[in-house]
């Protein structure tokens, strides 16, 4: 009897697990980097978009206090000068001189003609809309400019500063036409009268939109959302003196309630103090804004700006790091990846490489077994066989060509006595299901009536391809 072993091709064989073990561990390495990586960015975004957010306010928070104080000092400015054009013209001597002669005669062109001029200069020289001289009772003598009516609402301040010899200012109102007026009146007294008693008054009328309000609304800087606004207490309201970028003719007539939370102007004008918060203006968007009070006035003047646009800068900066980042994120996978795939292709050319040389050391031995072959044998799912390999020894034992048995297997199986390959069949499919290991005795059946006894033995292994071997 004579003994045959099943082999597979190579020596104990690794699994495809085995093979990738190296890289899964590079793989759940990385990934943990990788994590570990995203987290810190994370922590390092976040504290970036804390800190510069903070830096960014503060630093617009002192550029807001700048611009609340060049603005009021320009407002204060402004009414000084009015104020001191006022004064002047009431310690005028030599003006009041004429003033009196044409009182008496207005028929008198000399004394009508050189007020005229006087009054042209100063209207045009210190951008007044239009000045009057008025009698003591309000009535109209002379004008300069287009404006000649005096609003009822500023009779009661012309009285008053007759009444007390004194230059007297109203507040920014409304006329009768809806537009917003303010007036500087300069009582004219005789030096001859001996109880100073007016007998004239010049009324100097300022347009704020000639010059006041383009002075509030510039903004120093280059800004797409700053805002100054000029704003007073009415009551329990909060009304704006100047116009509003985003409300149509506002100025003496948009109003909200002082108690509107957060609001920049209903709090700036129940302050005394100059600040700066961050609040929701008008339209409800956030913003960070300063206010700061008129000298000498019940005004409030509001600046603010979109907090959106202040942090900008700051979010543009994120993004590119974000951007950096994510770049280096991904060419690090992609290095990975090129390891990885390098690796593998190493370990599987070391694999074919072992393969090969256990595949030839099998080879050597099964060629040189002296009683003896050994093979590799597959059964395919749809049952058929072949064999994939057979060493040398099967043409010394039973008379046939490896080349021509691995063509056709029918060939070996043909010399089987037909007891013998009856039971190897069935023992075949029992192995096949359970991979059960087979070892039994056959009888071939050889030419010139030669009886052969060969002990065969095999392992049967399971192919991801869906056969066994």
Do not use: C
Not at 16 to 45: C, E, H, N, S, Y
Not at 120 to 148: K, N, P, Q
Not at 204 to 222: A, G, H, M, N, Q
Request: aromatic fraction near 8%.
């Amino acid at each position: 009897m004579m003994e045959a072993s099943q082999s597979d091709s190579a020596s104990p064989r690794r699994t495809d697990t085995d093979q990738r073990a190296p890289g899964l561990v590079m793989f759940r390495r990385f990934m943990l980097l990788a994590i570990a990586f995203l987290l810190m960015a994370t922590l390092v975004g976040v504290s970036f978009v804390i800190l510069q957010g903070r830096q960014l306010e503060e630093r617009e928070y002192s550029n807001l206090e700048s611009i609340a104080r060049l603005k009021t000092e320009q407002i204060e400015n402004w009414l000084q000068e009015r104020t001191g054009d006022a004064a002047t013209l009431h310690a005028s001597k030599g003006l009041v001189p004429i003033i009196q002669r044409f009182i008496k005669d207005r028929a008198n062109t000399e004394s009508r003609n050189f007020l005229l001029d006087r009054l042209d200069v100063m209207r045009e020289s210190f951008s007044y809309s239009s000045i009057l001289l008025l009698d003591r009772a309000g009535h109209l003598l002379l004008s300069s400019g287009t404006d000649t009516d005096m609003p009822a609402a500023a009779h009661a301040i012309y009285l008053s500063a007759m009444d007390q010899d004194r230059v007297l200012s109203t507040d920014l109102y409304l006329d009768e036409q809806g537009n917003v007026q303010m007036h500087w009146i300069v009582p004219i007294v005789p030096e001859d009268q001996p109880q100073q008693v007016p007998v004239a008054a010049v009324v100097l009328r300022v347009d704020p939109k000639t010059f006041l309000y383009p002075l509030i609304s510039t903004w120093p800087t280059r800004s797409a959302s700053g805002e100054v606004s000029l704003v007073r207490r009415d009551g329990d309201f909060v009304v704006a003196l100047s116009d509003l970028r985003h409300v149509k003719d506002a100025a003496l007539k948009y109003k909200r309630p002082l108690h509107t939370p957060s609001l920049p102007a209903a709090i700036a004008v129940q302050s005394d103090h100059p600040g700066t918060m961050r609040s929701v203006d008008y339209r409800g968007v956030d913003v960070l804004s300063g206010y700061r009070p008129v000298k000498g006035t019940d005004w409030r003047l509001v600046v603010r700006i979109d907090r959106a646009e202040v942090l900008a800068p700051m979010w543009q900066a994120f993004r590119w790091i974000a951007a950096i980042m994510l770049a280096a994120v991904l060419a690090a996978m992609f290095a990975f990846w090129k390891l990885l795939h390098q690796q593998r292709a190493l370990q599987a050319l070391e694999i074919d490489t072992e393969k090969l040389k256990v595949n030839a050391q099998i080879q050597s031995l099964g060629d040189n077994l002296p009683n003896g072959f050994v093979y590799r044998y597959q059964r395919m799912p749809d049952g058929k066989s072949s064999f994939s390999y057979i060493s040398n020894g099967v043409e010394k034992l039973l008379g046939l060509q490896p080349a021509q048995v691995m063509a056709d297997a029918s060939v070996l199986f043909a010399n089987i006595a037909p007891e013998s390959m009856q039971a190897y069949a069935k023992a075949e499919v029992r192995s096949a299901q359970d991979l059960s290991a087979y070892s039994g005795v056959l009888l071939y059946n050889l030419p010139r009536a030669h009886k052969l006894w060969l002990h065969v033995s095999s392992v049967p292994m399971f192919s991801h391809q869906g056969f066994v071997s």
